[in-house]
């Protein structure tokens, strides 16, 4: 059974720190592969200043190299603009892969506002990264009052195929200070370079 982690964003670029936690989040986890899900529009995030679908994609390619890292539109295939909808779907049409949701601490403090977070906690576990500027949010977050009691320690990671669900994992590693938003302000044309033609 293949072992998958999923990671969504904007990947408005996407960069170095997603490329580490993905690695880091793979030998935590005893990983195959990672999906890396191109949002085709974040439900929660303004879409002034969002570069297009297919120069984040071509960003995101670019990035994986050539680590077991997929970068993909799948969302936009699916028809789907909800997490817990594109979950249902990859769970129906991937029978024998094992999924686990990775996300990072930003966004753990903002989960409870996600559609029926429960019901992604209900279908996947969830692995957490660890961001220092947001664990204390992320900690004290209504979402993270419920997950809470579904906990797993860290040292137990490896085994999460085998966890009843709802699971979730708080991983840490060591930070890493880029951001997307930094690489927009410093190149706000950074998406020519990968719509440009050949």
């Keep these: 059974m293949k072992r998958i982690g999923l990671l969504g964003g904007s990947f408005n670029p996407a960069h170095r720190g997603h490329r580490r936690?993905?690695?880091?989040?793979?030998?935590?986890l005893g990983l195959d592969e990672v999906?890396?899900?191109?949002?085709?529009?974040?439900?929660?995030?303004?879409?002034?200043?969002?570069?297009?679908?297919?120069?984040?994609?071509?960003?995101a390619r670019r990035m994986a190299g050539h680590a077991?890292?997929?970068?993909?539109?799948?969302?936009?295939?699916?028809?789907?603009r909800y997490t817990v909808d594109t979950?249902?779907?990859?769970?129906?049409?991937?029978?024998?892969?094992?999924?686990?949701?990775?996300?990072?601490a930003d966004?753990?403090?903002?989960f409870h506002r996600w559609r029926d977070w429960r019901g992604i906690a209900r279908m996947v576990p969830i692995a957490v990264?660890?961001?220092?500027?947001?664990?204390?949010?992320?900690?004290?977050?209504?979402?993270?009052?419920?997950?809470?009691?579904?906990?797993?320690?860290p040292d137990q990671a490896l085994r999460w195929t085998s966890w009843s669900l709802p699971a979730l994992v708080l991983l840490r590693f060591r930070p890493d200070p880029t951001s997307a938003t930094a690489i927009r302000a410093?190149?706000?044309?950074?998406?020519r370079r990968f719509t440009a033609g050949p």
């Design 129 to 153: 990264i660890a961001r220092p500027s947001y664990n204390g949010d992320a900690l004290a977050a209504p979402a993270m009052g419920w997950l809470r009691r579904y906990q797993r320690r």
């Design 87 to 104: 979950l249902r779907a990859l769970v129906r049409r991937y029978p024998a892969v094992r999924f686990v949701w990775l996300m990072g």
């Design 21 to 28: 936690i993905t690695l880091a989040a793979m030998r935590k």
């Design 107 to 110: 966004n753990l403090a903002q």
């Design 186 to 191: 410093a190149d706000p044309d950074w998406a």
């Design 68 to 80: 077991p890292i997929r970068a993909t539109v799948i969302e936009s295939r699916l028809g789907t």
């Design 35 to 59: 999906w890396w899900l191109v949002s085709p529009g974040n439900p929660l995030k303004p879409q002034a200043g969002m570069a297009p679908l297919a120069a984040r994609l071509a960003s």
